[in-house]
């Protein structure tokens, strides 16, 4: 998650709610893969490679 982390605080978003909806899109995504059953591409979302 650190390197989530690294790219939202170097994506120049303004405003917290901005910044929250930057934050909010791998995590859905990599929860839509995980009850997908594909288990690497959520891990891999997770970790900030795709």
């Known amino acids: 998650m650190s390197s989530a982390t690294e790219g ?15 934050a909010q899109m791998p995590c ?4 839509t893969a995980a009850r ?3 288990r690497s591409e959520a891990l891999a979302m997770t ?4």
Do not use: F, N, V
């Open 8 to 22: 939202l605080e170097t994506s120049g978003l303004r405003t917290d709610a901005a910044a929250a909806a930057y």
């Open 28 to 31: 859905s995504l990599a929860y």
């Open 36 to 38: 997908a059953g594909q």
């Open 47 to 50: 970790e900030g490679s795709r």
